[in-house]
Structures are given as structure tokens and as C-alpha cells.
T-cell receptor
């Protein structure tokens, strides 16, 4: 199992703006998952991108993956106050992997 | 479907006391996990199970025991609680352990304070 490192640690934006957060990892992966955690609650799975995919969309979320740079980015467009949360990435190798979470990116969206 | 549920939601223990946290899932998932989350830190895996009757150690297993007697339940036990075990505990489950099947569904958490 490997841990992703999210960057920046904290991000503060206004409603309606876009938010971009990044994830870097060290060894080759099979897929990479993004999770969101609202304050005091459990994590919620947002999106999974496979190693042979470069970009994936889900609603206002856009995830990119650059395996040559061992990095992924999560873009939230037209952000809302309800997007205020911590966001975690989880890079996964082949075979059974235990998810290993870093400290995440704390996003604050102000009205 | 209720998804993943955890009981209790809150608990205060004195040092040396014991307790059991219960996790239940109604999605027929094979894999279940217990994590702890401390302030300013990510989640750390305590123990996990890849099927009924199986358990395995995670990152931080010391001071905890687990049991998976039924597929839908995963119990986390603290035999002699210590202040260092003050944390928020999350249970999760997944269909399997590979690819899409490793998408994890989380419970709402149990906030445990050990005095």
C-alpha cells in the first residue's frame, strides 16, 4: 500500500470559484481514488480513475491523472459552501491494497 | 439500505476500562475495516477483515482486538483503554479488495474519549 500526498494542505476560495487540489504518489498504480470528508463525518467516495485513463468527470468534479509525473488533480468547478470539506486521495497498486490516507486538503468555500 | 452503521456514536471511558464498538453493514460486503482519526491527521488503519471469520492487522493494531463472527458485523474491542486511544473511530466496508471493488463505504464514526 502507498500513501498519497495532497497539496495544498488548505485552500480558501469564494463560492462560484473553481478549486484545484493535487495528489502525488511514489510508485506505479492500478487506480487512484478521491474521497471527501465533511467535518466530523465519515469519508465519502467521490471518484476512481484507472491508470489507463487521463481524465474523468463526475458532475462538477474533474479528475486528471498523469502517470508519468505520478500525480493526480481534482478540480471542483463552480464551488458551493457545501463543498467545504477535507479531500483525500488514495493511490492503489494491483492486488488487494489497504487504503492509506494522508492528511488531505482542507477546502473552505465562503459564501 | 442503512449502509454502514456504528454504535455507539459517543463514549467516555476511564483508563483501564474496556468496551466494544460495533460496526454493521447491510450491503453484503466481504471486506470490512476499522480506522482511527486523530486531530490534524489522516485515517490510520487499525484492523481489517477480508471475509467472515477472518481478521488481519493494519497500521496501528496495538491495544485493539477485532472479531468478524458474522459477515455483516465487525467488532472492535479495547480491553484496557488508555488516553492515547482517545480518537474518532470509523468503520468501512467494501465489496472486495481490488479495483472498483475497493471503493470503501464509511460509517458516521464513534467519538471516544479516555480519561
Amino acid at each position: 500500500s502507498q500513501q498519497g500526498e495532497e497539496d495544498p494542505q488548505a485552500l480558501s476560495i469564494q463560492e462560484g470559484e473553481n478549486a484545484t487540489m493535487n495528489c502525488s504518489y511514489k510508485t506505479s498504480i492500478n487506480n487512484l481514488q478521491w474521497y471527501r470528508q465533511n467535518s466530523g463525518r465519515g469519508l465519502v467516495h467521490l471518484i476512481l480513475i484507472r491508470s489507463n485513463e487521463r481524465e474523468k468527470h463526475s458532475g462538477r468534479l474533474r479528475v486528471t491523472l498523469d502517470t508519468s509525473k505520478k500525480s493526480s488533480s481534482l478540480l471542483i468547478t463552480a464551488s458551493r459552501a457545501a463543498d467545504t470539506a477535507s479531500y483525500f486521495c488514495a493511490p492503489m497498486n494491483t492486488g488487494f491494497q489497504k487504503l492509506v490516507f494522508g492528511t488531505g486538503t482542507r477546502l473552505l468555500v465562503s459564501p | 439500505n442503512a449502509g454502514v452503521t456504528q454504535t455507539p456514536k459517543f463514549r467516555v471511558l476511564k483508563t483501564g476500562q474496556s468496551m466494544t464498538l460495533l460496526c454493521a453493514q447491510d450491503m453484503n460486503h466481504e471486506y470490512m475495516y476499522w480506522y482511527r482519526q486523530d486531530p490534524g491527521m489522516g485515517l490510520r488503519l487499525i484492523h481489517y477483515s477480508v471475509g467472515e471469520g477472518t481478521t488481519a492487522k493494519g497500521e496501528v493494531p496495538d491495544g485493539y482486538n477485532v472479531s468478524r463472527l458474522k459477515k455483516q458485523n465487525f467488532l472492535l474491542g479495547l480491553e484496557s483503554a488508555a488516553p492515547s486511544q482517545t480518537s474518532v473511530y470509523f468503520c468501512a466496508s467494501s465489496i472486495g479488495g481490488r479495483g472498483y471493488y475497493n471503493e470503501q463505504f464509511f460509517g458516521p464514526g464513534t467519538r471516544l474519549t479516555v480519561l
